[in-house]
């Protein structure tokens, strides 16, 4: 391997990546063996408590140890736990507004448009719910740990192995179904799926797509990186979720390989960065924001691509997926804290505590509250002031 791994790049490696095979084999390279020493994550600043937030509320779902969205329409915020609890929350008042479960434990969710939820189980099943009762499920032919999307009275699943299938969100028959040739080497998290006027917008290895939702075909394609490197782990650079859209921009990141914004009313490139990052992006009209895969947080000019600024304060604490809300840069670490940045420079505004337990998928707003998810399944909304 011409690029060593360090420790939190192969903890990465080694949970997201399974090889997808005939069969339904799956193993992982022999060159990710071994122990590497962990390296220590960066002392926490003292708080400057420059941005007043208050806590909100908080709500109990259980363990949370799949790739999650937190799905919001209007002002229900959709979450589910690994057991299969899937939950509507009031982003106001954290009350419980609906409830249900898939009977089985789950590997991604949940999509959620106001009237129906979806989630994906290990078992292979797409399962749809309408006010927390069970209204069909179906068995995919392949594994997915991208929540499904739920948007024209249609239910998107996007698989691992790089296919797309449509369900009728009432029914549940499939309408039908798109094949991409891929690498077999495949992520165990969330990719790129998102609905564009009449277009479908999806990831597929390291191209974001725009397709037509009544049939699947391609209507234009663009590459935001390629495969390179030696092994398959270098080589792999499918789009992972969270995406940033504005207006007609859409950037999204390509796993340990890149950063890129398409016009995807015209399905062509605007720019692409290099970025060994593993988590999707986030953004505002000027900038996008992500974290690398050591911590580091960063922004690129959203015209051009060219870095506005970095910060290393976080380094190795296991920072995931931005959101930029107001006049900050929110950002959960694998140690329970949220941690509000300056949107302008990345300096510390104020950071947040939960239960000590890591945050879990992307951060999300409903109106001006802030919701995050740890992994022990306790749900914190804050009130930023």
């Not at 939702?213 to 590459?223: D, F, H, I």
């Amino acid at each position: 391997m011409t690029r060593r791994l360090n420790a939190f790049a192969l903890r990465v490696a080694l949970a997201a990546a399974v090889l997808a095979l005939a069969g339904g084999c799956s193993f992982l390279p022999a060159s990710l063996g071994g122990t590497v020493e962990k390296p220590k994550p960066a002392e926490l600043q003292p708080n400057p408590n420059l941005l007043g937030v208050r806590p909100a509320w908080t709500a109990k779902i259980g363990a949370v140890d799949f790739p999650l969205a937190v799905a919001v329409s209007g002002n229900v915020a959709a979450v589910a736990a690994s057991d299969g609890t899937v939950v509507g929350l009031d982003a106001t008042t954290g009350r419980e507004q609906w409830r249900g479960s898939a009977g089985t434990p789950l590997a991604a969710g949940v999509g959620f448009d106001g009237g129906t939820a979806a989630v994906v189980t290990r078992r292979n099943e797409v399962v749809a719910f309408a006010s927390g009762k069970e209204v069909w499920r179906q068995k995919l032919h392949a594994l997915s740990y991208t929540p499904p999307l739920v948007a024209g009275a249609r239910v998107f699943v996007l698989a691992a192995d790089r296919s797309v299938t449509a369900y009728d969100g009432g029914t549940g028959r499939r309408l039908w179904s798109q094949q991409r040739t891929g690498d077999p080497l495949v992520l165990r998290q969330a990719g790129v799926i998102l609905p564009f006027g009449d277009t479908l917008v999806v990831g597929q290895g390291g191209r974001l797509a725009g397709l037509n939702p009544l049939n699947g075909s391609v209507r234009w394609e663009t590459a935001i990186a390629t495969s390179r490197g030696i092994n398959d782990v270098e080589r792999l650079v499918d789009l992972v979720g969270r995406v940033s859209r504005v207006g007609d921009t859409v950037c999204a990141r390509a796993f340990q390989a890149a950063v890129g914004c398409v016009d995807a009313a015209r399905g062509q490139l605007l720019w692409t960065q290099r970025a060994d990052g593993t988590d999707g992006v986030h953004g505002d009209a000027a900038n996008v924001f992500g974290t690398e895969r050591d911590g580091k947080v960063v922004s690129w000019r959203r015209d051009n691509g060219q870095r506005a600024w970095t910060t290393d304060r976080l380094l190795h604490r296991g920072v995931g997926t931005p959101l930029a809300l107001g006049r900050s840069v929110v950002v959960g670490d694998g140690f329970g804290f949220l941690h509000l940045l300056n949107r302008e420079d990345g300096t510390l505004l104020t950071r947040l505590a939960t239960d000590g337990s890591a945050i879990v998928g992307a951060p999300v707003a409903v109106g001006n509250t802030l919701i995050a998810v740890t992994a022990n399944g306790g749900v914190f909304a804050f009130l930023p002031q």
